[in-house]
């Protein structure tokens, strides 16, 4: 394990204990997933940004969508670009490390250091592949808790995210409510609606198609799905943005000619884009991890502890709710927020609403949207004052 020491944010004053960027959790006691497979001393790879203060009260969980990971901001170590919340996250900005101690764990079931199908399965000596158990939102989220507990943070100041980040937000809250303060769910919905369980299969689909997937045994085959993978991020991230978005920022504009080619080379330059989001994709990501976290967005829904309405799944919560959709967003529209919203009054929950104006569609919460800055920013700043952050 990478080892740097507790020193490097929790102040000196704190017991040293080896954290590094990954840290093997159920060593003792074994974790049952929701499937019901049992795991030990399985890895979970995290990253802190600021400082926990003395009450360990100003912890914020950052919980990142479907295809991102743990590097929240500074430079990502694959790409070398910034961390994909990077505009929201540091010094002074809506999410402020000089005030919160922000923690983001990799998910179970990605490909970033956590437990995942491309891990060393203990018992063959060979990579997971489709060997890995089905894993759900509500074991990325318990996973999260034992982190916290090893970090020695009882209770969450606010717990974040948006897409299946969102999810993990809404988990969070309604399993663990007694540690959690406040939450921001983000873009999201409270189940996985048909149109976008669809999406996820044609993206699975696309890959197992690819003879280079080998039944899930790419690694140990030398081999890699990488047009399978490619096709599967291309169909999926025309969901992420709008009409308006896409019409205005290609139209039928064409790539690099003044002519059609008739043939199949990317003539027009969404062709292109798409394309080169494709290739950028299979650069990071691992295939069999895209199959089992869409698996786990699709199996995600409030409402299956036997809830007979959403509102009774949020009867007697505590936590302190901003809910957050996009105008443009039609992955998870703001219809969806906004039932999730008429829940939470019917039972008479601290809740704020808005729905933020924008072309971008659903990833506008990566992007920069003014207002969306100003409402992250404003309920924190609430939020610190009612609970005594400093």
């Known amino acids: 394990m990478s080892a740097t020491f507790a020193t490097s944010f ?27 497979v049992e795991v030990t001393n399985f890895p979970l790879a995290f990253q802190t940004y600021g400082f926990l203060n003395a009450s360990r009260s100003n912890a914020i969980l950052v919980c990142h969508a479907l295809s991102g990971d743990q590097y929240v901001c500074g430079d990502h170590p694959v790409t070398g670009k910034p961390g994909w919340w990077d505009r929201m996250v540091g010094p002074e900005k809506p999410i402020d490390t000089n005030r919160f101690f922000v923690i983001c764990a990799n998910v179970v079931g990605s490909c970033m250091g956590s437990f995942g199908p491309k891990e060393i399965n203990p018992d063959t000596g060979r990579p997971y592949g489709l060997a890995f158990p089905f894993i759900t939102v509500g074991d990325m989220v318990r996973s999260q808790a ?39 769910p983000i873009a999201t919905a409270t189940r996985q609606s048909a149109q976008n369980i669809a999406f996820h299969e044609i993206g699975r689909q696309a890959i197992m198609a690819d003879p280079d997937w080998c039944g899930g045994d790419y690694i140990a085959e030398r081999k890699y799905p990488a047009k399978g993978l490619a096709v599967a991020r291309m169909a999926a991230h025309v969901t992420y943005l709008s009409q308006d978005a896409l019409q205005e920022k290609f139209g039928r504009h064409l790539q690099d000619r003044d002519k059609y080619s008739f043939g199949f080379d ?41 809830a007979h309405t959403l509102a009774d799944v949020f009867n007697g ?30 039972v008479a929950a601290d809740v704020s609403f808005t729905d933020i104006e924008s072309e971008h569609g659903h990833d506008s919460f990566l992007l920069d949207v003014p207002q969306f800055d100003a409402t992250i920013r404003g309920f924190l700043e609430g939020s610190a004052s009612l609970y005594g952050v400093g």
Not at 10 to 31: C, D, M, S, T, W
Not at 148 to 177: H, N
Not at 276 to 285: I, P
Not at 327 to 340: F, G, H, K, T, V
Request: proline fraction near 2%; charged fraction near 20%; glycine fraction near 8%.
């Open 10 to 36: 929790f102040g000196a004053n704190y017991r040293e204990v080896e954290i590094g960027q990954i840290v093997h959790l159920a060593r003792k006691k074994p974790f049952t997933l929701e499937c019901g």
């Open 317 to 346: 919560t505590k936590v302190r709710w901003c809910v957050v959709s996009f105008s443009s967003d039609w992955l998870y529209a703001p219809a969806e927020s906004r039932n999730l919203v008429r829940a939470l009054n019917a």
């Open 266 to 306: 990317a003539d027009f330059r969404v062709e292109s884009y798409l394309r080169h989001q494709g290739v950028s994709f299979v650069e990071r990501f691992d295939a069999n991890s895209y199959l089992y976290l869409t698996r786990a967005a699709s199996y995600f829904d409030l409402t299956e502890g036997g």
């Open 146 to 184: 034992l982190l916290l507990d090893y970090l020695g943070i009882e209770k969450l100041f606010c717990v974040i995210g948006g897409s299946m980040g969102g999810m993990q937000a809404l988990d969070w809250a309604t399993r663990f409510p007694n540690r959690v303060f406040s939450a921001v």
